[in-house]
């Protein structure tokens, strides 16, 4: 192993592009987050790795870049290197993930053209749900349909729970496989999940990553008779720029929705409706009420599927920094004295190079 090799992980976002340099002792050399692709001086993610690379400065040492993808389907679990053959077959989920998916790829396509010396490998958000129970990711329509066309649950932000299993581990001095915990993955996008002895065996998100509890702009749980009446009621006005129904109502419910369509045009985001509820205003405390009401039934549920609960953790750029929603959630709870609770800063970048070592066996 020479010295100065290097590993750059891209986190590549619909409009963000986030990187992490790190070295082959897995420490952390630079990181950068570039955004608004596609709306300011960035057009596109290609645009946004050159300027990535142009902090970076020399590039001769990366050897590997890895890539967080979203949604796999049940042909991609573990990570793999990317070749034009996996990358065409990891393009047809794109419809599962439309908010990241294809903002992944885009990103894989940039690294190759750019940086044609390294190897590039995507780690899978689906991978920690590999051995969900059946009970957990089968749906309650003909099996067929699983069968045929893959609809089951996949479940999302692995590499974000994962992390926080291992650190989790560290703090409370257990094995991880003996740990039992409640997983919260709290940002724009959203995820809770039941692991019990060191592995997953339930998560709120589900087919695609609109399932669960209310995210910034994802409706979350819905009756699925709301979306055929969205889609056959003509006098229910929907984006007038799409004209494909279809399309709208998959606008309307992972981009229009969530928090931000409960707020309408007074909060762009969960970060406005958090310090606003703070400062008084009752119409975004009621909005912060009624997710972290959702959140807390998703921990009761999980509590009950698990027993013994070791710790529940919180993370993402809102279960990390929030305090009025991490006291929301735990508000009422009958044993919340006894339940010991993490706050963790998760941290996908280190854990998809960690995911690259296991691959290539770097000594």
């Given amino acids: 192993m020479k010295k100065n090799n290097q590993i750059l992980v891209l986190n590549s976002g619909s409009t963000s592009l986030k990187y992490k340099v790190f070295d082959f002792n897995l420490k952390e050399l630079q990181e950068g987050f570039i955004e ?4 300011g001086k960035v057009k596109n993610h290609t645009q946004a790795l050159v300027f990535a690379l142009k902090e970076i400065g020399n590039t001769e040492n990366i050897k590997y870049v890895g890539h967080r993808v979203v949604h796999g389907g049940e042909k991609f679990y573990n990570p793999i290197i990317i070749n034009k053959k996996n990358l065409q077959e990891i393009e047809k989920f794109n419809h599962l993930a439309p908010l990241h998916n294809p903002a992944n790829l885009e990103g894989i396509k940039a690294s190759m053209n750019l940086i044609k010396s390294a190897k590039n490998v995507a780690v899978f958000d689906t991978a920690f749900y590999k051995d969900l129970p059946e009970y957990a990711y089968l749906y309650a329509i003909p099996k067929e349909f699983y069968h045929q066309y893959g609809i089951r649950r996949y479940g999302f932000h692995g590499t974000s729970h994962k992390y926080m299993l291992l650190e989790a581990a560290k703090k409370l001095g ?190």
């Fill in 174 to 363: 257990k094995s991880e496989n003996k740990l039992n915990l409640i997983t919260c993955h709290l940002g724009g996008g959203a995820s809770i999940t039941a692991i019990k002895n060191g592995k997953a065996i339930d998560t709120s998100m589900g087919f695609t990553p609109m399932e669960g509890i209310p995210m910034e702009s994802r409706c979350g749980d819905i009756d699925s008779g709301i979306i055929l009446e969205l889609l056959r009621n003509k006098k229910i006005e929907l984006n007038n720029d799409i004209k494909n129904r279809i399309e709208a109502v998959d606008h309307l419910l992972n981009k229009q929705s969530g928090l931000r369509g409960l707020a309408g045009k007074k909060a762009n985001n969960i970060y406005e409706i958090a310090y606003r509820a703070e400062n008084g205003d009752e119409e975004m405390m009621d909005i912060l009420k009624l997710y972290t009401y959702k959140i807390k039934k998703y921990i009761g549920a999980y509590k009950a599927v698990l027993g013994d609960v070791d710790a529940i953790v919180f993370t993402g750029t809102v279960g990390y920094r929030s305090k009025i929603i991490r006291k929301l959630v735990l508000a009422k709870f009958k044993d919340s004295n006894k339940m010991k609770k993490l706050v963790i800063q998760t941290n996908e970048e280190l854990m998809i190079a960690k995911e690259i070592f296991q691959l290539m066996e770097i000594k």
């Fill in 36 to 39: 608004d692709i596609g709306s």
